[in-house]
């Protein structure tokens, strides 16, 4: 059956939200395209799915990753600072060497001027991971372009 590709960005963008840390899941049915959301605790819990009993079969659900899991995380920025601010490259690398690295570098890329093209660099490479990701799971897309 196939998924929708809208709601697999949907999906890892809920899956984004814990920062990696497993607070929150996704889970795509093989069979139905449904996709399943799940948080550990607070105030998301509330929009929980009701998970099927059979959630950990690999064969027949797949977890939705998060940015971490397709490198879309410290590894992206530092190439877009070597494709866009290679001027700024160390200084970069050392804001993601530190707590806060992300409001650290949107206030760097918004004195560079720069905030605009790391948002689009971001969301085109966050769209080609997915859609690699899709294929490597033989996840036929519904809205494929």
């Known amino acids: 059956m196939p998924a929708s590709f809208q709601e ?17 899941a996704a889970f795509l049915c093989r069979r ?9 605790h607070g105030d998301a819990a509330e929009f929980n799915d009701e998970l099927p009993d059979d959630i950990e079969d690999k064969e027949k659900y797949l ?6 899991e397709l490198d879309l995380g410290k590894p992206l920025v530092l190439d877009f600072a070597r494709q866009y601010l290679p001027d700024d490259f160390d200084e970069i ?6 707590k806060g690295a992300y409001r650290k570098f949107r ?5 560079r001027h720069a905030i605009d093209c790391w948002y689009k660099f971001e969301n085109e490479a966050t769209e080609r ?16 372009r």
């Open 8 to 24: 697999i960005e949907l999906a890892f963008e809920w899956v984004s939200m814990s920062g990696g840390l497993g607070d929150y």
């Open 32 to 40: 139905t395209g449904k996709i399943y959301h799940y948080a550990e």
């Open 63 to 68: 977890a939705i990753p998060n940015k971490r």
């Open 93 to 98: 690398r050392y804001i993601f060497s530190r």
């Open 107 to 111: 206030a760097f890329l918004a004195r």
């Open 129 to 144: 991971a997915l859609r690699n990701w899709c294929e490597m799971n033989a996840i036929t897309l519904a809205d494929d």
